[in-house]
């Protein structure tokens, strides 16, 4: 190649999910309505479990914690487009765009650890009942959860210090809101086998990891329900689940449609299923898990009610 191909790479330019001025304007105003209701919503579930020593219980500490990690998640990608607009730029610059490589990848696998560590909660609260809170303890819960920070943030260590490698050529256009990871190494004119090689075997294992033990916990819950005498107790166990199977489909449908092939292949029209991940999966985490919970419910009438007589 020549000198000129060869310039190296001080920025991007995101051009978002439409690429039209007009279109553009219109997705601003839908992905700053969804991004605030997605940062009050996650964040009044964790009031609402903070406040209520009721739900001081180890699936609300996962909960509270799931939260957090979509208000992180969240905030990694929509507000740099939300400015970008606003400030009539497309512009990323290396390091930014580097670093919210990183903290995708730990969010978004922070995600699927998390949702594995309440299947396996879920298992122990239907399948071994009586042994419950010995098996969940205080100590347990935090374990499971830090032990999912190092993880995940090893993991995205490890593939942003691989992309950092690569040489960006001339063209420095990505087809999307935010730097996916995928449309990042498509732009690179030096050979990405390496770090593809890293999200098969890498990054399929961390992805593995916690999807296996969602199958595995809910196959022994669904083995264990089955073997319930009346139709109510079938339905009474499995009702606690249908909130977590709802955002699991959600959100592992989706990585499984984008990443789990070769950068490659990656298309424009992926950026679609990358927006339910992104954002529309943190918006509605905290309607699935409240909607249909009464303690949840509860916790929030408590809070609001709360914050009305402090105002008075």
């Given at each position: 190649m020549d000198g000129d191909n060869q310039t190296t790479v001080t920025e991007f330019l995101l051009l978002g999910l439409s690429g039209q001025s007009e279109q553009e304007d219109v997705l601003f105003g839908v992905f700053l309505g969804m991004y605030l209701v997605t940062i009050i919503g996650n964040f009044l579930v964790v009031l609402a479990i903070s406040g209520d020593?009721?739900?001081?219980?180890?699936?609300y500490f996962?909960?509270?914690n799931l939260s957090c990690v979509d208000i992180c998640f969240s905030s990694v990608t929509t507000p740099k487009m939300l400015v970008n607009?606003?400030?009539g730029s497309k512009s990323i610059s290396y390091v930014e765009c580097m670093t919210q490589i990183y903290f995708f990848i730990t969010f978004i696998n922070m995600d699927g650890f998390l949702l594995s560590v309440m299947a396996y909660d879920r298992y122990v609260a239907i399948c071994c009942p009586l042994h419950y809170t010995m098996i969940m303890k205080p100590r347990l819960c935090i374990l499971l959860v830090a032990a999912s920070w190092v993880i995940t943030n090893l993991h995205a260590l490890l593939h942003t210090l691989l992309m950092v490698q690569l040489t960006f050529c001339f063209n420095n256009t990505v087809h999307h809101f935010f730097c996916d990871p995928y449309a990042i190494l498509k732009l690179s004119c030096s050979d990405t086998f390496i770090n593809d090689l890293m999200v098969f075997t890498v990054g399929g294992l961390?992805?593995?990891?916690?999807?296996?033990?969602?199958?595995l916990s809910y196959a022994y819950i669904l083995y264990n329900v089955l073997k319930l005498p009346s139709a109510h107790g079938i339905r009474r166990a499995l009702?606690?689940?249908?909130?977590?199977?709802?955002?699991v489909s959600l959100f592992y449908g989706a990585i499984l449609g984008v990443y789990m092939r070769p950068s490659s292949s990656y298309t424009v029209q992926d950026t679609v299923a990358t927006v339910i991940f992104t954002v529309v999966t943190p918006l509605v985490n905290p309607f699935i898990?409240?909607?249909?919970?009464?303690?949840?419910?509860?916790?929030?009438?408590?809070?609001?009610?709360?914050?009305?007589?402090?105002?008075f």
């Open positions: 020593s009721h739900l001081h219980t180890p699936m996962f909960l509270a607009h606003t400030v961390i992805f593995l990891m916690p999807f296996t033990c969602i199958i009702s606690t689940c249908g909130s977590h199977l709802t955002v898990y409240s909607l249909r919970n009464q303690d949840m419910k509860r916790a929030l009438r408590k809070l609001i009610s709360d914050s009305r007589i402090r105002k």
